[in-house]
């Protein structure tokens, strides 16, 4: 059964001297210009629809390009930014001769050792980051950005610095500390000053769906990961998202059963063994449920 391909931090490392790896956990690299580029690519293929295994943050100061997320398309131009997460089905669909910039991935093994967390997370925060990845942002913000993944950058190379892990991960936190203040400084996003009870629930909710949506369909599976009742999981998500655990559950399997059956190489049957349903008819009747046609019709159209 074939697969969408997963791009880890080690991929980017082996194509492009340009790219400053620390222990295959966070990488940082430029793009164009001798720097990472698609028409060079040996190990991997950027340009097919694939899953990062990490968090990924790409700062435009030159060129256009196109990326796909989920199957929305985003058109990037200099002065933008672009936060990809390892939930997004990624597909870079152009890039111009002229386009520079950074990227940054850090894997999800690094982003644990720096306990982000900490760093008051809001749970509709993130959610409109997810839903709404790519800003356009001033000049100087930019630039701004840039010098700090610029010094991060410096900071991986130092192997003889007796301090190097913790001043990574201190540069590291600084500079996602910097870009949560310019998304949180936008007019449509709010600042939450603590994160309350529930708002931890939904958030260890998502986590858990993010990891395990694929294979644990059932409410109770979540419930019981965060010791709570089936009942009260729903009545805090219906709360805070407007959605309940069944209509988040069953979005994140629709939006992943709607992009592998966009996919020419796999058929039905695969994709319902990969989303873990009993039988092709089980998944068959779900999707007709909820889209108001067959996975074969479904593929039909697409094609």
Known sequence: MRKLSVVEISDLARNTISFQNYKNKLGIGDLGSGGISLDDMQ?????????????LLIVITQGDARV????????LSANSFLFIMPSHITQITYTSPDLRGKLLLADLA????????????????????????????????????????????RKLSEKKHYFQEEIIHISFM?????????????????????????????????????RHYQEEHAITFYADK???????????????????????IDEAILSEARVLLRSPKMTVQEVSIQL????????????????????????????
């Open 174 to 210: 600084a500079l996602l500390l910097e870009m949560v203040n310019i998304v949180l400084n936008r007019k449509d996003y709010i600042v939450e000053k603590r994160i309350t009870r529930k708002e931890e629930i939904v958030n260890k909710f998502l986590q858990l769906l993010l």
């Open 43 to 55: 190990h991997v293929d950027l340009t097919s629809p694939m899953r990062l295994k990490a968090l």
């Open 276 to 303: 873990n349903f009993a039988d092709q008819s089980t998944f068959g009747k779900f999707f007709k449920k909820h889209v108001g046609m067959s996975p074969s019709q479904y593929k039909k159209e697409v094609f």
């Open 68 to 75: 796909s997320l989920d199957n929305v398309p985003h058109e």
């Open 226 to 248: 965060l010791c709570i009742t089936p009942q009260y999981l729903s009545s805090v998500l219906k709360t805070l998202t407007d959605k309940t655990a069944s209509e988040w």
């Open 110 to 153: 690094f982003l644990e050792e720096c306990k982000p967390e900490t760093i008051n997370p809001s749970l509709v925060n993130y959610m409109r980051l997810r839903k709404n990845p790519h800003l356009r942002l001033e000049k100087e913000e930019v630039d701004f950005l840039d010098n700090h993944i610029e010094l991060l950058k």
